[in-house]
């Protein structure tokens, strides 16, 4: 398993939340198997997503495609989005 972290900032978030939900089906044919989504507390239209995947290789080609780039548009990106790839997580104790 794989994971992606995805920090950027919208134009409007429910326009965007709206292209983001359309694009699921995409996100699961390129083998995405969901995350979460927040908003900023300061900021609704600083959105940080993490998304896990079946490999790195597809979260990484997924972020290269041409319908993601284009939904990213539609739905009002502002600027390159900041894309971390990370490794299975290490649980921290309380």
């Given amino acids: 398993m794989a ?5 950027h900032r919208v134009k409007d978030f429910e326009t965007w939340k709206k292209v983001f939900d359309e694009h699921a089906n995409e996100r699961a044919a390129a083998g995405c198997t969901g995350g979460e989504l927040y908003q900023c507390s300061e900021d609704p239209n600083d959105v940080v997503i993490r998304l896990s995947w079946d490999t790195a290789e597809n979260a990484r080609a997924f972020t290269l495609a041409k319908h993601t780039r284009e939904a990213m548009a539609k739905g009002g990106v502002i600027g390159e989005p900041i894309l971390v790839f990370l490794n299975e997580p290490e649980d921290v104790p309380k």
Wanted: avoid cysteine.
């Fill in 3 to 7: 994971h992606l972290m995805v920090h």
